[in-house]
């Protein structure tokens, strides 16, 4: 599971991932670390009985400005290390830094795999957010002008922003009839589609 809280509050609710995580569904085995960075907190949620760490989802780069977060695999990794000429020994998400900084925001048609990429530059404030091409990791997110909250846990973000709201049927009728496939059963919530990203700024989005 992996949950980020872009920007400063969600007016009136939510003001960082601190006061919702607990609300996600998460079984026992699951360890969530909360990490506080630059304009962003992020919760991680780890099984304890796979041999990941932090650096197998996250990847900070200081002095080139970026932070990476990873939720899923990169299937392709050694030909990508090949072809870009790179160290064997990073991790995925150093992998991902890499190639975007090489080929620019495109370098995911390179990959093959099944992911949610989130890319932020602080000093720029400046995010992309990836879903892999067959969509088999799921991400979904909310904004306003303030904030950009997004998490692969769909059910959990939709419960953290409940509040007041009614239950949204539609996405449940799509075996019966068409429906808007970016519809989640909250209607403030929105499915990033397979194959699509998104880019923005904690106050200004643009979806691509």
Known sequence: MLSVFL?????????SLKLCRSSF????????????????????????????????????DQ?????VLLYGNIYNRDSLL???????????????????????SEFVKDLNGDFVIFIY???????????????VAPVAYVADKEAFVFSTDIIGLCSVFSEGSQVNV?????????????????KEIVKLLPGHYQ??????RERV
């Open 121 to 135: 530059m602080p000093a720029k404030d400046e995010f992309y957010l990836y879903r892999d091409h067959k969509g």
């Open 63 to 67: 002095t080139e400005g970026i932070i």
């Open 82 to 104: 090949k072809n870009y000429d790179l160290d064997e020994s990073i991790s995925q998400p150093e992998l991902i830094s890499r190639l975007f900084q090489q080929a620019g």
């Open 170 to 186: 539609e996405p449940l009728l799509a075996e019966f009839r068409f429906v808007d496939m970016k519809q989640t059963p909250n």
């Open 25 to 60: 569904c998460t079984p026992p085995e699951i360890q969530v670390k909360q990490i506080e960075l630059p304009n962003l907190t992020v919760c991680v949620g780890m099984n304890s009985r796979l041999p990941y760490g932090l650096e197998d989802f996250l990847f900070y």
């Open 199 to 204: 880019i923005g700024r904690a106050s200004c």
């Open 7 to 15: 920007g400063q509050k969600f007016p009136g609710r939510v003001t």
